[in-house]
């Protein structure tokens, strides 16, 4: 196995380390010699240095196992005052009571002591070596004068000196290397500049000190001191540089964490810690354990190898201690945690990495939050895109995404514009809830792509209830008959959750050139809609030629008209004084409109809005005539917009009256739209002839106080969501104000939506003095009217003490006869 092989080969190079350093410590102990009686206090200097030397190592910033030790210091110190023979000794005596004091892990304690010991005995005689090479030789007597010249002396102390620091470098290198399987070239590069500035401020301070030496050997006696002085000045400069190092990178680090990307924080984080904390691996989780990035390497070196759920992975090969720490402990929400696999059990994070952790945490939550702002908003932009060409329920395009598609793909032929509409699908969807209405719209749409299947012809959903098919490359004969299997496919019922379900589809058909799609969907829309006001029972209705546009009034004014009338009654004694007409247009077959300012705001056109009014007014009066002798004095309201009302149509209106024998007394206009009369003039000519205003839906539009100065109003009838109901009691507030206005105007109120007795007993407390409802009889028929209003038997309410008005400004009015 690999691990296996490497711990071999390591054991081998400490093997070899020891052999060698045992040979140079017998053949020291065959050749040394009895020291002079004044100069044994010299052997005990270089053991004392050389233990110095090794029993303070300077850590290098960072969890590879290199130290800097001030041995070759020590080292080249003694080889230039002290014979090899005793170099060698001392080398070994010092470093082993060194290495006595050290402490090591226990599981590589003995080979570590015994592989720094025996490379620090071979260290000396290699040094020693090299300067007897080049004539070297010191004594342990006084100096001799006569020796090697200065040149040479200096030419051998920096040929031992580069020597001593190759093999330290290269043996060090190879011993981690083995032990901790990174590359040989990571090794030797890793802070290469610090460990060559350190070894030469060692030789140069080794330099001083072994001149010294030489002139004077009682020199070494100082040397300790200086020793320390070197190494708490190699250690804090370390610290330093290292701290500035540190912070530098996780500023660094901060900048590359700004990416928008979450994938590109997480593995920018897990990279990142590996390099800024020297660890073997490096976790980001996140989501509850659901993502978890995994980062390992060395120094320089690192790759991310897993990405994805926490339970898929597995411990970090090599690791044998872990630093958990949160992200994002501290702010509202925990987003994950990060985890430091580092190498050794005893390994710890110092105060400067544990502060350096906390900032870089922070930087990561903070990070981590930004990427997720970052693809919500990403998410919302793509979101609304989608929705801007796509409808969110089929998923096929919208009217503009359509027809931008048909455009770009324009190809020069000749395009059929298909126009579908589910006439009563809202209908269906209001009955069956959204869930399954959206089912069976989703039904509807796949059919209808399958009749589009081919690529020259495209679907679109261009309204709530209307589809648009497209085809193109396709004689009129084929395409006809394809849009005819299209709505055919439609109208076959749909199976919803066991019910089936069908729809009323009509559709009209156009043809002409892919450059004008859009005038060809609105013809195609205009031929679906007249084959659907006039009930053609067709699957297609086909134009073949250009489709002229009709207005909106044009087709109410065209349309059939239903009349039905609700009585109005004197709350006090129950008698009908009035009727309401309700008019509605029968749009089409199975489309009914209701003719009120809802209707009146679509129409644009002042002479169609004029013959639109004009036409409600006659068939109202026409409807009247059925039960006119049971109700004599009885008032019409008949409902008109108020931009209707102009001269013109005043002269029209007086004309109607005569044609009809009505007097104007007995004409009541409502109108919901005040601002919309043209003139004030125009309404006094109207009271003139004796017809009568209603403001309308009091209350319920912005400026009602307002409206009441745009004509002389002779009843208010409020809107019907002020009725009297228990569960709003506001109401009554508003009632109350409405009918005391109303006094000082000399305006009769109307209530309507009155359902029940107690209904009808509190409004005539208030004030009111007219209402409507299904209490007295409803909306009916106008052949109803005759029969309910001789039948009719009210309860009359028992007279009441007036109630207190806040203006006495006007009489009341009273109801009108």
């Not at 906390?358 to 997720?372: E, G, I, P, Q, Y």
Request: glycine share 8%.
């Amino acid at each position: 196995m690999p691990i296996q092989r490497d711990k071999w080969a390591l054991g081998l190079l400490t093997s070899v380390i020891f052999a060698a350093a045992l040979a140079c410590l017998v053949w020291a102990v065959v050749h040394v010699g009895q020291p002079a009686p004044l100069h044994p206090l010299y052997p005990l200097m270089g053991v004392a240095l050389m233990a110095l030397g090794a029993v303070l190592p300077a850590p290098l910033p960072s969890r590879m196992p290199v130290r800097i030790t001030l041995t070759p210091t020590a080292c080249l110190v003694c080889a230039s005052a002290l014979p090899v023979p005793w170099l060698i000794l001392c080398t070994a005596v010092g470093v082993t009571l060194a290495r006595l004091v050290t402490r090591y892990p226990r599981s590589s304690g003995l080979h570590k002591a015994v592989h720094n010991t025996s490379m620090d005995v071979v260290t000396s005689a290699v040094a020693g070596l090299v300067m007897f090479a080049f004539g070297l030789r010191p004594v342990l007597t006084e100096p001799d004068l006569d020796g090697p010249g200065l040149l040479r002396q200096l030419v051998a102390f920096l040929l031992a000196a580069v020597t001593v620091l190759v093999l330290e470098e290269l043996t060090t290198a190879a011993a981690v290397t083995l032990e901790t399987r990174r590359p040989f070239s990571v090794v030797a590069r890793y802070l290469w500049r610090i460990r060559l500035i350190v070894a030469v401020g060692e030789i140069v301070t080794a330099g001083i000190v072994a001149v010294i030496a030489v002139i004077d050997r009682r020199a070494l006696i100082a040397l300790p001191v200086v020793m320390l002085i070197l190494y708490f000045t190699v250690t804090h400069r370390l610290r330093i540089r290292e701290e500035r190092r540190a912070w530098e990178h996780l500023a660094a680090l901060s900048d590359a964490l700004s990416a928008r990307d979450l994938d590109v924080v997480l593995r920018t984080a897990a990279a990142g810690a590996v390099d800024l904390f020297s660890a073997r691996a490096a976790d980001i989780e996140i989501d509850g354990g659901r993502r978890l990035v995994r980062a390992v390497g060395a120094v320089g070196d690192t790759r991310v190898v897993y990405d994805g759920p926490a339970d898929g992975v597995g411990d970090a090969a090599g690791s044998r201690s872990v630093v958990r720490h949160e992200i994002g402990g501290d702010a509202a929400g925990l987003q994950g945690a990060m985890r430091l696999h580092l190498a050794g059990r005893s390994d710890v994070l110092s105060v400067r990495e544990q502060a350096t952790l906390r900032a870089f945490a922070a930087t990561l939550s903070t990070s981590v939050d930004n990427a997720r702002a970052y693809d919500l908003l990403a998410q919302e932009a793509r979101r609304h895109q989608l929705a801007a060409t796509q409808d969110p329920e089929t998923g096929l395009r919208n009217r503009p995404a359509l027809l931008s598609h048909i455009v770009e793909t324009n190809d020069d032929t000749v395009c059929h514009v298909v126009a579908i509409r589910l006439e009563n699908y809202h209908l269906v969807a209001d009955s069956i809830g959204r869930d399954r209405a959206l089912l069976l719209i989703n039904e509807l749409a796949a059919r209808l792509c399958y009749a589009a299947r081919d690529r020259a012809s495209v679907v679109g959903r261009v309204g709530d209830a209307e589809f648009t098919l497209v085809l193109r490359g396709v004689p009129k004969e084929a395409a006809y008959q394809r849009a005819c299997w299209a709505v055919a496919a439609l109208r076959r019922p749909v199976t919803v959750n066991g019910q089936a379900l069908g729809v009323r589809a009509s559709a009209g058909m156009t043809s002409g050139s892919a450059d004008d799609v859009a005038n060809l969907l609105a013809a195609a829309e205009r031929v679906m809609w007249q084959a659907i006001r006039g009930g053609h029972d067709r699957l297609v209705s086909y134009q073949p030629a250009p489709v002229h546009s009709s207005s909106l009034v044009d087709e109410l004014v065209e349309a059939r008209m239903s009349i039905s009338v609700e009585p109005i009654v004197d709350l006090t004694t129950g008698q009908i004084i009035m009727v309401q007409s309700v008019p509605r247009v029968l749009y089409s077959r199975h489309d009914v409109l209701v003719a009120d300012e809802h209707v009146y705001q679509l129409v644009a056109d002042q002479g169609g809005l004029e013959a639109l009014a004009h036409k409600i007014i006659f068939r109202s009066l026409t409807a009247a005539a059925t039960w006119r002798e049971v109700l004599p004095r009885a008032g019409l309201i008949v409902p008109v917009p108020g931009r209707a009302i102009t001269p013109d149509f005043v002269a029209a209106l007086q004309d109607l009256l005569l044609t009809h024998g009505v007097t104007g007394s007995s004409l009541v206009l409502g109108i919901a739209e005040p601002t919309g009369l043209p003139s004030r003039g125009t309404t006094d000519v109207l009271q003139r002839h004796g017809v009568r205003l209603l403001l309308d839906n009091y209350g319920s539009i912005q400026g009602s106080i307002e409206s009441l100065n745009a004509a002389n109003w002779s009843f208010l009838r409020l809107h019907p969501a002020y009725a009297l109901d228990a569960g709003w009691r506001p109401a009554r507030s508003v009632i109350r104000a409405a009918i005391d206005l109303a006094i000082d105007l000399e305006l009769s109120v109307i209530a309507p939506g009155i359902t029940v007795e107690d209904e009808r007993r509190e409004l005539a407390a208030l004030g009111c003095p007219l209402g409507s409802g299904p209490l007295f009889g409803g909306e009916m028929f106008p052949s109803q009217v005759r029969g309910h209003a001789t039948l009719w038997q009210p309860d009359v309410l028992p007279i009441r003490a007036p109630i207190p008005r806040l203006h006495r400004a006007g009489t009341t009015a009273g109801p009108p006869r």
